[in-house]
């Protein structure tokens, strides 16, 4: 007869241990980016610069602080102020900005270089209240000095700021929490709440550095895309012959 040699019931459990540390093993190479695949479960986080796993409160300090040491950024879109809803496309740095505002049907462009800023529109704009149009003609198309003691120098200079405008844009109304991934302009994101949105939201980036992406405001107070942070580009005082210097003030429009 021959006998049936069991093997040690202790040898099949040390290899499933065996196995599953290999398998663990394997899988924490993939979570810090080793490029493995196979894991049964993925992570989300597989691959990005771990913001995901943070508490909400800490991604929007990380944001914040991103957003602060940017040197440039664009951001446009909407953004409701005063009573007025503006639409803004424009190009920021520490010292200045440029682009373009819209409001109540009228398109005008704002450049600030250092403490001068600069409005420049058509003839219709300079000419929508007082009906002058030679002295519109005039302005047309230039790039007329806004004098620092105007009104309208404190209205629009806040547009060319980035510290300013970043500074008073990326905030959340109540408690903020975090609301899922999501894609803007195909980058990863981790979107966080106020208030469960109703204190607006915010879309940060999860690749690379943290920068916001995307902001909706709360009481929908208009909504913002950011792109294009660190990315320099030229700011420069006008030409001469494009420039005119309108005096103490300008005309109210």
């Known amino acids: 007869m021959v006998r049936k040699v069991v093997p040690p019931v202790s040898v099949t459990p040390r290899r499933r241990i065996r196995r599953a540390a290999w398998l663990g093993a394997v899988c924490a190479l993939a979570v810090t980016g080793a490029g493995l695949t196979g894991c049964s479960s993925e992570d989300p986080d597989a691959g990005t610069n771990g913001l ?24 446009h879109g909407t953004v409701d102020a005063g009573g007025n809803t503006y639409t803004l496309d424009m190009r920021l740095k520490d010292d200045g900005g440029t682009g373009s505002v819209a409001a109540e049907g009228t398109t005008f462009g704002l450049l600030r ?10 003839a219709a704009f300079w000419s929508h209240d007082d009906g002058d149009a030679k002295a519109a003609d005039k302005l047309a198309g230039k790039y007329v000095k806004v004098p620092e003691s105007d009104p309208v120098y404190k209205k629009f200079s806040g547009f060319t700021d980035k510290d300013v405008l970043l ?17 803007q302009a195909g980058v990863r994101t981790i979107r966080i709440t106020g208030d469960d949105g109703a204190g607006g939201s915010l879309d940060v980036s999860l690749e690379g550095r943290p920068y916001p992406l995307r902001l909706v405001r709360a009481g929908s107070a208009g909504t913002l895309s950011f792109s294009d942070w660190n990315k320099d580009f030229a700011l420069e005082q006008p030409a001469t012959d494009d420039t005119l210097d309108y005096g103490k003030q300008l005309p109210t429009s």
Do not use: N, S
């Open 113 to 122: 270089v250092g403490d001068q800023l600069f409005l420049k529109a058509d």
């Open 167 to 183: 500074g008073g844009l990326l905030t959340l109304q109540g408690p903020v929490k975090t609301d899922g991934r999501h894609e």
């Open 52 to 75: 995901g796993r943070l508490p909400a409160d800490e991604i929007h300090a990380k944001a914040g602080t991103a957003a602060e040491a940017a040197d440039t950024v664009r951001l």
